[in-house]
């Protein structure tokens, strides 16, 4: 499901203990790892830039969000925050 720049599916598929990565202009990427077994449980952010996986590269930023449908609107806005303050600081903004 498309939530402004991005696609992430519901809260649901992570309560469940699914992980989602993706992928934005080429470059912008973010993985989402639910936590449930923290107190209390979190949806955790990775971002990172470049085209080599998430192994491979630096992690630009880390944060953390409840595993609630409110810490789910909270991590699809900052994200899109991200994202957007990244098209601004690149070659992308210019489109």
């Known amino acids: ?6 696609d992430v599916p519901t809260i649901a598929y992570f309560e469940f203990g699914n992980v989602w990565s ?3 202009l080429g470059t912008f990427n973010y993985k989402i790892i639910p936590k449930s077994k923290d107190e209390p449980p979190v949806l955790h952010v990775t971002i990172w830039y470049g085209t080599l996986c998430l ?3 630096e992690i630009a930023e880390e944060f953390d ?3 609630s449908e409110e810490g789910y609107e909270e991590l699809i806005a900052m994200l899109n925050e991200r994202i957007h303050a990244y ?3 690149t070659a992308y903004g210019l489109t």
């Open 1 to 6: 499901m498309y939530h402004g720049y991005i």
């Open 22 to 24: 993706g992928s934005l």
């Open 55 to 57: 192994d491979k590269s």
């Open 65 to 67: 969000c409840p595993l």
């Open 87 to 89: 098209r601004s600081e």
